[in-house]
């Protein structure tokens, strides 16, 4: 078990850090991949008041600098809701971290390896902090959205729900809808400890919100007597919120989600295969052809 931690948890967990929490780079496509499914969810194609009322609340929230008590309130709530500190990366990365403590107590050995996860942790807690803010700003923003567009839709319909029925319906698309390390599979998970498998929490929570997005805005569309999806005669008082669900899906997993891709790779003079490179542990680096 030491060999193992030492020979392949040690390097792997110092390439995981490089790789997410050290890097520059990483941190900005931590914070654009959680501002797609923003997109996704539609919760962009709000009214530009609600945008700028959900932005606020978002950056006051976080759990970054100095906070007021109320946003410290908000942001307890939000994490017994569910909603925060669940980034898939930050999950895989943090437990396997604790992974590698698991030899018996008294061995030369693991106490070096616990002396240098210490200071590993203390030199890396304002990084580890700043990403794991990047992915709570945005799943508070959809919070925020999606509790004030329920609401305005039941009013609409005069159908009651108290604010705490509110929230928790929010939450619940949150949790469902946008990566959530809690929702990836223990099989998923355990693949951290292979040599082979590198942030597989990632993947996997994308698949599981999209399967996730799709399956609330079916829910919204979906006339609850006829039980037909068609948005223009269905009852369902939540149909508009589907809408923008569906547009929103459709701009993040297709046309939007290419076009940006196409165009950081004609910039930076990089191609398709040396992105999926980058993502394999300890990637080598490879030179763009010249022509």
Same mark, same amino acid.
């Given at each position: 078990?030491? %060999?193992? *931690?030492?020979?392949? &948890? $040690?390097?792997? !967990?110092? @390439? ?100 240098? %996860?210490? *200071?590993?942790?203390? &030199? $890396?807690?304002? !990084?580890? @902090? ?162």
């Amino acid at each position: 078990v030491d %060999l193992y *931690k030492y020979t392949v &948890l $040690t390097p792997k !967990a110092g @390439a995981q850090i490089a790789k997410t929490v050290l890097s520059p780079t990483t941190h900005v496509r931590n914070f654009l991949s959680a501002s797609a499914f923003s997109l996704a969810n539609g919760t962009l194609f709000t009214n530009p008041k609600l945008f700028a009322q959900a932005f606020k609340s978002a950056t006051d929230t976080i759990q970054l600098g100095v906070r007021s008590p109320q946003a410290m309130k908000d942001y307890q709530e939000a994490l017994e809701l569910g909603v925060v500190n669940t980034n898939t990366r930050m999950g895989d990365m943090q437990n396997l971290l604790k992974d590698m403590q698991l030899s018996g107590p008294g061995k030369f050995g693991d106490g070096i390896m616990k002396r240098m %996860l210490r *200071k590993m942790a203390n &030199l $890396t807690e304002p !990084a580890q @902090a700043l990403y794991t803010a990047e992915d709570d700003f945005y799943k508070l923003f959809n919070f925020k959205v999606e509790g004030a567009r329920l609401a305005n839709a039941y009013a609409k319909a005069g159908i009651k729900k108290t604010g705490r029925e509110i929230k928790e319906e929010a939450a619940d698309i949150v949790r469902n809808t946008i990566p959530n390390y809690a929702y990836v599979s223990d099989l998923v998970r355990t693949m951290r400890v292979t040599p082979m498998a590198n942030f597989a929490s990632f993947p996997a929570g994308i698949m599981v919100s999209g399967t996730g997005i799709f399956t609330r805005m079916m829910k919204e569309l979906r006339d609850p007597i006829t039980g037909s999806i068609n948005p223009f005669t269905s009852t369902n008082p939540l149909k508009g919120i589907g809408m923008k669900r569906l547009l929103g899906s459709a701009s993040a997993f297709g046309s939007v989600g290419v076009a940006v891709g196409s165009g950081y790779e004609a910039i930076y003079g990089t191609t398709n295969n040396q992105m999926k490179a980058l993502d394999r542990f300890v990637a080598p680096y490879e030179k763009p052809d010249k022509k």
